[in-house]
Nanobody, 115 residues
């Protein structure tokens, strides 16, 4: 059974940093591109970053480029998102999934950035 468990969210002031983790199980990590998605209140979910399973190449949506860094540890089947220079508009629930999303969604982790 595929399972995704996100952690690392919290409340942080604008300009601060957080590191999110996603522990994945039930599938071969390196066989998939995997990424981070977020959903802000009242808005649709958006994919913000992904990393290739084959060559480690990365993609970022414009709103997080140069502030967020995605990485993966295949030995641990864990995905990370280092978030720096956080802004109030980054407030959302953050989820990980394959890219495009094919697995059942986890519970997500709440990130709240205060101004």
């Amino acid at each position: 059974e595929v399972q995704l468990v996100e952690s690392g969210g919290g409340l942080v002031q604008a300009g601060g940093s957080l590191r999110l983790s996603c522990a994945a199980s039930g599938f071969t990590f390196d066989d998939y591109a995997i990424g981070w998605f977020r959903q802000a209140p009242g808005q649709e979910s958006e994919g913000i970053a992904c990393i290739s399973g084959s060559d480690g190449s990365t993609y970022y949506t414009n709103s997080v480029k140069s502030r967020f860094t995605i990485s993966r540890d295949s030995a641990k089947n864990t995905l990370y998102l280092q978030m720096n220079s956080l802004k109030p508009e980054d407030t959302a629930i953050y989820y990980c999934n394959t890219y495009p999303p094919e697995a059942r969604w986890g519970q997500g982790t709440q990130v709240t950035v205060s101004s």
